[in-house]
């Protein structure tokens, strides 16, 4: 399969191992002096170590690449001993990773090996707490939270436009980041979507006039955002019951931000309906540096 998986500059690397200690999943070891990823099948693809890296050795690329495999990482990892187990699973905890962190449960479990379950911070109690959360959110317009409840609201031009000093704002809806957002809200229904990195808004000038006019909107942070399966999910129901009738994608030129493209084909590759997606990348001076159609 096709996905984002890093990629190492050896002229770049200085051997100082950071990496290695940042990617929990065991992906990366020092091989004669470099850091080296020693298989496709323990790299997330969501680029922590990059951020670890002090020479700006590791970026991400789009390649041909097995997809992570839970089990191979527990096959790797168990027999470093269960500190290194819990140790890893309770990282998959923080990140809200639960498909793995149950994987890796059971892997325990069916090999009988000799870890203390006990230890692990307590998963069930999230999961449960997270998937209420969701629909809270989803039915409820966002429960007790002000901040997730659901609005939708239409822009009014101004009386006259040109004497107007303040540049008018084109969001049509509250909340925007998309673990908050009911993919079936009024607002994605038969309308043309715009997915944003963060970063984005801040720095194009023309986020509102020329990106988000007219579109539904969601925001996400592939590096620093968690649970990304979720986010394939809410975009597959945009899909396939909001039938939006296009995607379009807005990333920044770094590295780490091509990882919100990769969840949008992840969504298209598995929604019943096809829809365009356009990649827009913009710069960090706020250019826009690409803007194509990329899949259908």
């Not at 990823?37 to 951020?51: R, V």
């Not at 901040?147 to 809806?173: C, H, I, W, Y």
């Not at 539904?216 to 399966?229: Q, V």
């Amino acid at each position: 399969m096709k996905r984002t998986i890093i990629k190492i500059d050896e002229d770049l690397c200085n051997g100082c191992g950071l990496c290695v200690e940042g990617c929990h999943e065991g992906a990366l070891q020092m091989i004669d002096g470099k850091a080296r990823i020693i298989s496709d099948l323990y790299c997330d693809g969501l680029g922590a170590c990059i951020g670890e890296c002090p020479v700006g050795a590791i970026t991400l690329e789009e390649r041909e690449a097995e997809p992570y495999n839970e089990i191979k990482v527990m096959e790797r990892i168990s027999p470093k001993g269960e500190a290194t187990v819990i140790a890893h699973l309770n990282h998959l905890i923080d990140h809200n990773q639960d498909e793995y962190v149950q994987q890796g449960i059971n892997y325990i479990k069916e090999n009988n090996l000799d870890i203390d379950l006990t230890k692990l911070k307590n998963h069930k109690e999230k999961v449960t707490k997270r998937e209420n959360d969701m629909k809270n959110i989803q039915n409820h317009g966002g429960g007790g939270c002000p901040g997730a409840k659901m609005m939708s609201f239409d822009n009014q031009e101004t009386a006259n436009p040109a004497q107007s000093t303040v540049q008018q704002s084109e969001l049509r809806q509250w909340p925007v980041q998309l673990h908050l957002v009911n993919p079936q809200a009024p607002y994605f229904q038969n309308a043309d979507a715009l997915l944003a990195a963060d970063c984005a808004a801040f720095a194009s000038g023309e986020f509102h006039s020329k990106l988000l006019k007219g579109k539904g909107l969601a925001i996400a942070c592939p590096k620093l955002d968690t649970n990304m399966d979720v986010y394939v999910e809410k975009l597959t129901a945009m899909i396939d019951k909001a039938n939006i009738n296009t995607l379009a994608v807005a990333i920044m030129e770094v590295p780490c931000c091509g990882g919100l493209m990769q969840i949008a084909k992840k969504a298209v590759e598995q929604a019943e309906r096809k829809i365009p997606i356009k990649k827009i990348v913009i710069g960090i001076k706020g250019n826009v540096l690409e803007e194509e159609w990329v899949m259908g």
